[in-house]
């Protein structure tokens, strides 16, 4: 994984890096450049006073959590605005080459993750209760596993990993209490289907947070498996694994990982930039690689920003949750609300598909001045319900979202999920919030999505732009993205003052 850095100082550290890492290394390096231009960095050191063009660049060039001043530096003229605005950190000079040596590998650029499919579970020979399947959501394991911990299933595909690398692991799943599990993990090198190099087994106990796990003898495919003990039932929900950062943050650095007493999980991002308003808060659409969406395009507006996502179904559950998981994310964007000293009318809600659920929902807690949507998906049950008839094989995990919030896939869960959107929506005060919305004339996931909308605002005092483009849900993305884009430079521009390049 490549690696990005730029310095300021009068040592070229280039001599000091590990030689194992693919750094690109840019020392001193002229600003005028049009390559120098374009680029993000994912890592930064500064050891001298900056002018102020050489702080406006950082600024915009250098990943938040990822600029480090070497310690002396940092009361120079215009740094303290600077380490404010990429919440960058002061490094002492002889803890230098130890965190070249040791951290540096944490601040590669891009970021992956990804989650086993409950059909990629084969059930083992050792188990002879009975086994279901809740669609894609979970997979359900009920009877006896025996006095002694025995493998109970594992999972057909391996994942790959290099040597050095470290990888997050997190085990979806709930037990009945008189159930015990064990996640074993076995490694083949590269090459080989019968050699087996190292071997990990971790308790109930070890996973009760992320498992770290490093590749330090050679590179190769892991064998992942699940063993159990004792009588009663077993869910389980999912696999996942992602490239670590060890402590540094989660997909990005500073990316933050919320987890409910379920094992339900949420991922934030928090960047402050020149914390001026408007927050601009992004829920994440639907993805299967895990991960934060619409970085870059969020960047690309200069403002603070959080993005939202979670991986808890195939591409995401929609933001639905337990009153827990769902206070989860109303406290981490009043959070940052709190940490800019912003009022509600300063903050934009923004998402694109499943996103567009997540702004609205959260709306109706926290009634931002702009809601911005592409794509609006608000009736849930009714999305599920047009899966067997109108839309056959279009978008299964719509059934799964339906499961997962009310287990059901009868009219009454239809209809309950549809209330419980509905519900909260009308029982909020919209009168001070702009909804700016590009939807689908044909759209085929929330059927007259947009006109429900503007039936079910009808009666509030608050401003409706809509866009339409012809064509279903997933017809004219690109179509749908850039009036999004361009909403959001009319919104910056001429409601909060700021002039976009």
């Not at 530096?73 to 605005?81: A, H, I, P, V």
């Not at 990804?114 to 086994?131: A, C, I, M, Q, Y």
């Not at 299967?288 to 395009?297: A, D, K």
């Not at 195939?314 to 949750?321: D, I, R, T």
Request: aromatic share 14%; proline share 3%.
């Amino acid at each position: 994984m490549n690696i990005r850095g730029i310095q300021f100082g009068p040592n070229n550290y280039i001599e000091l890096l590990p030689k194992e890492l693919e750094v690109l290394w840019n020392y001193e390096p002229d600003l005028g450049d049009k390559d120098t231009k374009k680029w993000e960095y994912d890592i930064a050191f500064v050891e001298r006073p900056l002018d102020r063009d050489e702080i406006d660049f950082l600024k915009g060039h250098v990943r938040a959590y990822s600029l480090f001043v070497i310690e002396g530096y940092q009361n120079e003229k215009g740094m303290g605005d600077l380490l404010a605005h990429r919440m960058g950190q002061v490094l002492k000079a002889e803890d230098l080459q130890e965190f070249l040596q040791k951290d540096l590998r944490d601040y590669y650029g891009g970021s992956y993750g990804e989650k086993f499919r409950p059909h990629g579970l084969t059930v083992s020979t050792n188990f002879h209760g009975d086994v279901s399947w809740n669609g894609f959501s979970e997979t359900v394991f009920d009877g006896e596993f025996g006095q002694e911990m025995s493998q109970m299933a594992f999972y057909r595909y391996n994942i790959p990993i290099e040597l050095h690398q470290a990888l997050d692991i997190w085990l979806e799943y709930e037990t009945t209490s008189n159930v015990e599990l064990e996640l074993h993990c076995d490694l083949f090198p590269r090459g080989s289907v019968d050699e087996i190099v190292e071997q990990w087994v971790y308790t109930e106990e070890d996973m009760k947070d992320i498992i770290q796990l490093e590749a330090n003898r050679c590179g190769g495919q892991l064998f992942f498996s699940i063993w159990a003990k004792g009588k009663g039932r077993v869910y389980l929900r999912g696999l996942h694994d992602r490239f670590s950062r060890h402590d540094k943050g989660y997909f990005l650095p500073g990316g933050k990982r919320h987890v409910t007493r379920k094992r339900e999980e949420l991922f934030s991002y928090f960047d402050p930039r020149d914390r001026k308003p408007p927050l601009c808060v992004y829920f994440s659409g639907y993805k299967t690689q895990e991960g934060f969406e619409g970085y870059h395009m969020m960047c690309s507006f200069g403002t603070p920003m959080l993005l939202i996502a979670e991986s808890r179904l195939e591409g995401g559950a929609f933001y639905l949750g337990s009153r827990e998981y769902e206070e989860m994310i109303r406290d981490t964007i009043e959070e940052c609300m709190e940490e800019l000293g912003f009022t509600r009318e300063q903050v934009v809600f923004s998402g694109l598909s499943m996103g567009t659920f997540g702004a609205m929902y959260y709306g109706t807690f926290l009634k931002p001045g702009y809601i911005l949507l592409g794509k609006p998906l608000a009736s849930l049950g009714s999305m599920a319900k047009a899966e067997r008839i109108h839309r056959p094989g279009g978008f299964p995990t719509s059934l799964d979202v339906l499961w997962k919030a009310e287990e059901s896939l009868e009219d009454e869960g239809i209809e309950g999920l549809n209330h419980r959107f509905w519900d909260r929506f009308d029982h909020t005060i919209w009168a001070d919030t702009t909804f700016i919305v590009a939807y689908m004339y044909e759209d085929d996931y929330d059927v007259g999505g947009y006109q429900n909308l503007v039936r079910h605002l009808s009666d509030d005092r608050c401003t409706i732009i809509g866009k339409g483009l012809h064509g279903r849900h997933n017809d004219d993305t690109s179509g749908i993205v850039y009036w999004f884009v361009e909403m959001y430079h009319m919104v910056l521009e001429q409601n909060y003052g700021r002039l976009l390049k």
